[in-house]
């Protein structure tokens, strides 16, 4: 019994062997199949204009790509485009920027200034590392004194008790 059970496995082990060279034989005769040359292109990069809101100065608008090329398909285009509404649009609409505190009133000038590093810049528009912003150097004031929250909830409660 042992030794049938020793050609048994000896003859998967063949069939194995031959299965293995079967295969390898087939993949070196298969011929390779030449790179695809990629096709080199005339056509330039797409330089885009600022995108310009549909109304207002923020929210959804558009804005235009051209390029260059003899043998390009397509050189204009046009693309939706945002423009978030909280972003500050004197330093341009697609340009985000982190501010510092603002600094101490300037007596001579009677503004007060702090800088902004450049954070994010929207479909790859051509934004300034940093800015500057100036602004009138308010008056100190005190802020009228208002009844706390909770008081004025108790009031509404006892009117909706009278009612």
């Known amino acids: 019994q042992q030794q049938q059970q020793r050609r048994m496995f000896t003859a998967a082990l063949l069939a194995l062997v031959f299965i293995l060279a079967a295969v390898s034989t087939t993949e070196a005769g298969k011929k390779e199949k030449p790179e695809k040359k990629a096709k ?23 804005r235009e790509g051209t390029r260059s090329g003899a043998e390009c398909k397509q050189t204009t285009k046009t693309q939706k485009c945002k423009i978030p509404c909280n972003w500050k649009k004197q330093f341009g609409a697609e340009c985000k920027y982190q501010f510092q505190a603002w600094g101490e009133c300037d007596l001579n000038t009677a503004l007060k200034t702090r800088t902004g590093n450049l ?11 940093t800015v500057t912003i100036s602004k009138p150097c308010g008056k100190l004031t005190k802020p009228k004194p208002q009844e706390s929250k909770k008081k004025k909830k108790e009031g509404k409660k006892q009117e909706k008790m009278l009612d």
Not at 41 to 48: K, N, P, T
Not at 119 to 129: G, I, M, S, V
């Open 40 to 62: 080199k292109s005339d056509c330039g990069e797409w330089q885009w204009s600022v995108c310009v809101p549909t109304s207002g100065d923020c929210g959804l608008g558009t």
């Open 119 to 129: 954070k994010r810049a929207l479909h790859n528009a051509d934004c300034q590392k």
